[in-house]
């Protein structure tokens, strides 16, 4: 018998071989799994940690604005702020 050129012979594997491939496969899938939902929790940690750090004492309210000398603003004129 003589094969074709385009034919590509597969190789004969064991029996057990898919078996013992499906379990490593799932197994990789439940460890991916449980990083993902490390992963989550720990993005919605720091979600927490930015809006409280946000909110802490950040506030501008009731801070007066100070007002600008004569010397600051021809600064700010000088160097084309202005």
Do not use: C, W
């Amino acid at each position: 018998m003589t094969k074709e050129k385009n034919e590509v012979e597969t190789p004969v594997q064991p029996e057990g071989v898919h078996e013992d491939m499906v379990r490593q496969i799932n197994a990789a899938a439940e460890k991916l799994r449980v990083e993902n939902e490390r992963f989550e929790a720990n993005q919605k940690l720091l979600e927490a940690q930015r809006v409280e750090k946000m909110l802490a004492g950040k506030s501008e309210v009731g801070v007066p604005k100070k007002e600008e000398t004569p010397k600051e603003y021809k600064d700010r004129v000088m160097r084309g702020e202005i």
